[in-house]
């Protein structure tokens, strides 16, 4: 099971929070372990049942690569905009990004 949202800072936050409840034995590394992939799982759902905002990247594509069903994209001088569910438009310049996309059916 591929853990995609690991590295998103709420990922972060419950890693350190299973790894203190591992050092203080109130929890198992097995369980902390399920913890983790049903964090996942649940990740990809809400993101796919619950966003229903829209993002437009413009720039320069400066590279790409395509790995194991993985995208990844770096785009300099990018304008990024952010448009919510109630027409509301935030902009905003970036001097470079990193994209990664995968196939959510895959994981």
């Not at 790894?19 to 198992?28: A, C, F, N, P, Y």
């Not at 069903?69 to 970036?94: L, M």
């Amino acid at each position: 099971m591929a853990t995609l949202y690991m590295g998103s800072r709420i990922g972060v936050c419950l890693t350190e929070a299973l790894e203190k409840m591992i050092e203080d034995r109130t929890l198992s590394a097995e369980l902390a372990y399920q913890v983790l992939l049903q964090f996942d799982r649940s990740m990809a759902k809400a993101l796919e049942t619950r966003v229903r905002n829209k993002v437009t990247i413009k720039g320069h594509l400066h590279t790409y690569q395509y790995y194991e069903d993985v995208w990844k994209f770096v785009v300099c001088g990018a304008v990024v905009r952010f448009q919510n569910s109630n027409g509301i438009t935030v902009e905003e310049n970036v001097d470079h990004l990193k994209i990664v996309a995968c196939d959510s059916k895959h994981f």
